[in-house]
């Protein structure tokens, strides 16, 4: 069994915006991401996330793929964008704290632009799933402020 990084060492977010809790396997083509929704989700209104929320659990696995190749690069994690979302399907409404979630993501293709197919589960049950086109940007390395603005 292969031993991951945390995935803070693999994506730009942090907490409170870091939803994911471990990176499970991976290999050439994607990624198998785990999370639990935690009373701190910052998506939590009354006591649940809207399920629309899957999108960025997705959008973190995706990241977490890119992290672990910058990583084999000996590279920061870089900051990626979402260009495109096709294909996106809600099976449920709301997520409750607790809840164990499986998120997959699988490289269709790599270039400037690259494309997944990603979904995610609970309990084997599906909850979302969609084709992500991604654009990565610079690594990141330091987050600074300039001088006299709000941290």
């Known amino acids: 069994m292969t031993a991951f990084p945390p995935v803070a060492e693999l994506v730009p977010q942090r907490p409170p915006m870091l939803l994911l809790d471990e990176?499970?396997?991976?290999d050439d083509d994607g990624i198998t991401c785990a999370a639990v929704v935690?009373?701190?989700?910052l998506f939590l209104?009354?006591?649940?996330?809207?399920?629309?929320a899957l999108l960025e659990y997705m959008a973190q696995a995706i990241a977490a793929f890119a992290g672990l190749g910058a990583r084999a690069s000996g590279q920061p994690p870089a900051v990626g964008l979402i260009a495109?979302?096709?294909?996106?399907?809600?099976?449920?409404?709301?997520?409750?704290?607790?809840?164990?979630?499986q998120i997959v993501a699988t490289r269709v293709f790599?270039?400037?632009?690259?494309?997944?197919?990603a979904a995610v589960t609970r309990r084997g049950q599906p909850l979302a799933e969609a084709i992500l086109s991604v654009v990565t940007t610079?690594?990141?390395?330091?987050?600074?402020?300039?001088?006299g603005s709000p941290a």
């Open 84 to 101: 495109a979302c096709r294909n996106f399907e809600l099976h449920a409404e709301h997520l409750a704290v607790g809840d164990p979630l």
């Open 38 to 41: 935690h009373p701190g989700n």
């Open 110 to 117: 790599a270039g400037a632009m690259a494309e997944y197919r």
């Open 45 to 52: 209104v009354d006591g649940r996330v809207h399920a629309s």
């Open 138 to 147: 610079t690594p990141v390395t330091t987050v600074t402020t300039p001088a």
């Open 23 to 26: 990176v499970v396997a991976a």
